[in-house]
Every structure is written in structure tokens, then in C-alpha cells.
Nanobody
Framework: QVQLVESGGGLVQAGGSLRLSCAAS????????MGWYRQAPGEQRELVAT???????NYADSVKGRFTISRDNAKNTAYLQMNNLKPEDTGVYYC???????????????WGKGTLVTVSS
């Protein structure tokens, strides 16, 4: 099995910063893409940022210039540095990873349980 555990969420004032971490563990042969999604109350889950295993990144327009995604392949961990946070960034942030558990297995997406980010105005 593969587990993803997010950490780093919390309450912050508008303009502040938070750094989220997502650690993958379990039976892992390789990890392809990793990324972050978020879900605000009453809203659908939306893409925040993704990163490939070679470091190529993609961001939602709403977070470009404020958020930075990175990863440490040796630690199977992804990070999301969030600066200049706004109240509309509030939500549960979910990490995902596209993981190949064995060299002969097809890769699959795994999700964490989420970490809550609350930005007060």
C-alpha cells in the first residue's frame, strides 16, 4: 500500500505564509507526478499545482506568483510554499501522487486525507 500524509496547515492572517508537506510512504518503486488540490466549503475540488518527477511545474492562475511547488525525490516528499495568502485560499488541501508500486505494475493515483488551511481577513 501507499500512504500520503499532509502536514503544515493551520490558521494564518491574510498576507501570511504557510508551507505544506506531503510525504509518501509504503511500497514505492517510483513516483511520477505529485501535486496539490484544494476544496473550499461548498465548492468542488480544484487544482492548485503539480510537479513532474523531472521538476516541471504547473499552477492554477489564482496562485501563480504566490505559491511554489517543489519536491524531494529522495524523500518521496512534495512541498507547497504559500505566500501572500488570501481569504479565498481557505480550504482543505489534498496531496496526490501518481505512484508505481512495482516496476511491472501500472501506476496509480493516491491521495492524502487533506490538511486544513484557513486564512483570516
Amino acid at each position: 500500500q501507499v500512504q500520503l500524509v499532509e502536514s503544515g496547515g493551520g490558521l494564518v492572517q491574510a498576507g501570511g505564509s504557510l508551507r505544506l508537506s506531503c510525504a509518501a510512504s509504503g511500497t514505492i518503486f517510483s513516483i511520477n507526478g505529485m501535486g496539490w488540490y484544494r476544496q473550499a466549503p461548498g465548492e468542488q475540488r480544484e487544482l492548485v499545482a503539480t510537479i513532474t518527477n523531472s521538476g516541471s511545474t504547473n499552477y492554477a492562475d489564482s496562485v501563480k506568483g504566490r505559491f511554489t511547488i517543489s519536491r524531494d525525490n529522495a524523500k518521496n516528499t512534495a512541498y507547497l510554499q504559500m505566500n501572500n495568502l488570501k481569504p479565498e485560499d481557505t480550504g482543505v488541501y489534498y496531496c496526490y501522487a501518481n505512484v508505481r508500486r512495482r516496476s511491472w505494475y501500472a501506476s496509480m493515483d493516491y491521495w492524502g486525507k487533506g490538511t486544513l488551511v484557513t486564512v483570516s481577513s
